[in-house]
């Protein structure tokens, strides 16, 4: 399916996002292709900030082969490109790779696979999950499914357990050895859902029919919730459970202790 996108792409259809869906040569081919549109030079500004999110892109200035084999030997593609009818210019151009979590954003963060994706952490000096900021945690959270667990290295593998279990159902797992214990990253791509289209259908003849800015009276409901009773008064510390808590972190029983915090409400 990616391929195919990829072959049905042209400069006009380029956005930050499919861009990492492309290669260097790719680039050339779309650009060789929009020459003959009226509009290229209008636009070219905007088409080179689109493949400057991606890629690398330099002019060659000085046109000799000792030159072009330096771009080559630095893993830049060299091409010539059309900018205007009387205009050609070489352009040196390479992929932006994708080596640490800095790197991540929203627009490439779907266009790689959850074992790239481990390995780039794996590369942030293996402080694990935790050790990522809060807003490298969300990019990542916007493309893949993340849990995480830490556990005696003995424990880990356990049979049936959370390790097992994850594999199973097709997560990849990056391990992280903290001293005695291991820290696992489990990660597996979202789906990808298309967003639905908001659609407003009016009846001109109804609307037509009720007078302008009167609405129906049935289309507006408004709940009253001021005598409504606060959940807080329904809190029972006793039917307080281990289901109550959330936590990435598997630990013996018999190592939690969870104490009492008093909690007093406010004044009004």
């Given amino acids: 399916m990616k391929e195919t996108a990829k072959k049905a792409l042209s ?11 492309i290669q260097e040569n790719d680039i050339f081919r779309m650009w060789e292709a929009a020459e003959k549109d009226a509009d290229l030079k209008d636009n070219m500004r905007h088409y080179s900030d689109i493949i400057r999110s991606a890629f690398d892109m330099e002019e060659v200035t000085v ?19 059309r900018i205007d009818d009387s205009t050609k210019v070489k352009w040196a151009i390479k992929k932006r790779p994708i080596l640490r979590v800095t790197d991540l954003t929203y627009e490439n ?53 959370m390790y097992e279990k994850k594999v199973a ?32 259908d009016i009846d001109e003849k109804d609307s037509s029919q009720q007078p302008e800015g009167e609405e129906d ?27 109550s808590y959330r936590t990435t972190f598997e630990t013996d029983p018999e190592d939690l202790s969870l104490d009492a915090v008093d909690v007093a409400e406010d004044d009004y």
């Fill in 169 to 200: 159902d097709g997560f990849e797992v990056l391990e992280i050895a903290k001293g005695t214990w291991v820290e696992a990253i489990f990660a597996k791509a979202k789906p990808e859902v298309e967003k639905p289209k908001m659609k407003f």
């Fill in 11 to 21: 400069l006009k259809t380029l956005t930050k996002s499919n861009v990492w869906d």
């Fill in 63 to 81: 046109d000799k082969p000792e030159v072009i084999k330096k771009y080559e030997a630095r893993g830049f593609k060299v091409g010539q490109v």
């Fill in 217 to 243: 009276e049935e289309d507006v409901i408004v709940e009253d919730h001021y005598h409504d009773q606060d959940d807080d008064d329904d809190y029972d510390e006793d039917k307080l459970t281990e289901e």
């Fill in 109 to 161: 963060i779907r266009h790689i696979s959850a074992a790239k994706l481990l390995e780039v952490i794996d590369r942030n000096f293996g402080g694990g999950w935790d050790s990522l900021s809060q807003s490298i945690q969300d990019i990542i959270q916007n493309g893949f499914d993340i849990s995480t667990t830490t556990l005696p290295a003995d424990r880990l593998h356990k049979a049936g357990g």
